[in-house]
């Protein structure tokens, strides 16, 4: 239908958006490095998460961590996805 069409083209959209943004931080900020956007309110600032959304275990180190956060996101997802396909 157009609205799962939109909602398709809107999710490619941002994560596209998404990773180039990522990309331009990457190629000019370096690591820690800050800059005013709006000087007092709002300042922007690179740093890793090594965790999950919000820096969930973040500052855990366990072997297969990576693989770990992949399966629970995957699980997410299709939990999500099995949902928004039983909507009417």
């Keep these: 239908t157009t609205m799962r069409r939109l909602e398709l083209v809107t999710t490619v959209a941002v994560v596209v958006l998404d990773q180039i943004t990522k990309a331009l931080v990457r190629g000019r900020f370096a690591l820690h490095e800050s800059v005013d ?5 709002l300042s922007l600032t690179r740093v890793h998460n090594t965790g999950a959304a919000f820096g969930f275990l973040n500052g855990v180190d ?3 961590k990576p693989v770990v956060i992949s399966i629970v996101a995957l699980g997410a997802l299709a939990g999500v ?3 928004a396909a039983s909507l009417p």
């Design 62 to 64: 366990f072997p297969f």
């Design 81 to 83: 996805a099995w949902y």
């Design 37 to 41: 956007v709006v000087p007092g309110w």
